[in-house]
């Protein structure tokens, strides 16, 4: 943890009863621990742990489920900030457990769902280069993480040999946009009508691909990077647009209604991947039209909306996983948590509701299973705000959160909700801070506890009291 406060401030709030109130709520775990379970994974036999040494990840993992009472359909494990690769390392280990002792077939990140088949298709049949697939399989620059190249390689080498019901799938949640604007749906489109064109009757698929290219126009208008400052750039509300929402509504329409007859001339992998393309043009063309709205809420409607395409994706991932077993998800505690999301210090901040909000508020919303992540990291834990230099007798500011669990957490360790949400109750004026030394850092806020299945909490500090 950056080292930009003083230990005495939470000192001075959090009594040493209050921190060991909390930690007793973990479930702690070394990254160097003992795992019997794992160890005996390659063998397909069972163990336990040596008792005289730290648990490792697969213990904590088991107890984790364990307390749930519930089986997942989707295990939704959230990081507060991109770019700490403590956290897809920690993913990877958890996946390798969850499925070789938990019967998961599949992970999904936080990349492009389109882009995703690249990487799905490289580790269930081998086709393609990994280094290209690393390039052209993520969005966002996610392919250049070195935890998610080991989890390629990883899924890869699993499903080698194997049959296709014993594969771990790879899916990607998110849209392609990116925070400089969004592409045209054209390309989505053409797939989405070839698809249809190919397997049904001449007539039966509206709108001819001649039309397609000119309500569409130039890529370049809809990608121009000033529309997502600037709404009178956007064209995504011209009468070319409006008319592109009506094609890609009748696109989904006809996948929809026609969907056991493309299923059996297709397959089923072949029908979900033409269903996103169709999805995905429906809904960059609704992502567009809000780029174009000079309203005050314009930001949060666009962060909205991109996190319905989110929950779309999810939930056309379990449908089509249901079967085979549950899905890890990974992804930013943004895009995953249950309590109403917000972006910026400033007041009035963007908020919006999460794919993990929309998730729960769906019909598989009792299968869902969200674990917060934070973290500490830096030479000094138990530090709060007052900034560095804090005078002695200067008022000391609310500890937050991240601060609290730093002094309690040795190393990681997962603290179920139901457990840790009274033990804060004895830390009044809990809050999150934000972190200076990283402006993409989300520290998770306390009153999102209580809507949280677990928080994941790894002490990089090297120290805790």
Known sequence: MPPYTSA????????????????????????????????????????????????????????????????????????????????????????????????FRSVALESDTLAAAVVDDYITTGAGDLDEVMATGFSHGWGGSPANRELVVQLRDHNAGRPPPAWVRFHGIDAPTEITGAPGPGSSLAAAHAYLAAQLPPGRVPHDPSDLDRLLGEESAWADPAAMRDPSRSIGATPEARALRVVADDLLALHESEAPALRRATSDLAFER?????????????????MASPSADRVSV??????????????????????????LVFAHNAHLQRHRSRWGAAEPALGWW??????????????????????AEGPEPGISADGPGTPPDAPTAAPALRDVLARATPERAFYPAPALTPAL????GLCAHPDPARPGYSPFDPAGVPETDALLFLNLTGSSD
């Open 354 to 375: 999460s794919a993990g909000a929309l998730i729960s508020a769906s019909a598989i919303g009792d299968r869902y299973v969200f674990v917060a992540g934070d973290f």
């Open 425 to 428: 109750a004895n830390l009044p």
């Open 8 to 103: 005495a401030s939470v000192a001075a709030l959090a009594s040493a009863a209050a921190i060991a109130s909390v930690r007793e709520t973990g479930i702690h775990f070394s990254p160097d621990g003992a795992d019997g379970a794992e160890a005996a994974g390659a063998t397909g036999a069972t163990g336990s742990a040596d008792a005289s040494g730290p648990a490792g990840l697969g213990q904590a993992v088991d107890r984790l489920l364990t307390g749930l009472g519930r089986p997942p359909l989707l295990l939704g494990l959230g990081e507060p900030t991109h770019g700490v690769e403590d956290f897809p390392e920690l993913r990877n280990g958890m996946l390798n457990h969850l499925v070789r002792h938990h019967g």
């Open 274 to 290: 033409a269903y996103a393309q169709a999805r995905t043009a429906r809904g960059l063309l609704r992502y567009h039209a809000a």
């Open 302 to 327: 666009l962060l909205g909306l991109r996190d319905v395409m989110m929950a779309e994706n999810l939930l056309a991932v379990a449908a089509a996983e249901a079967r085979r077993g549950p899905c």
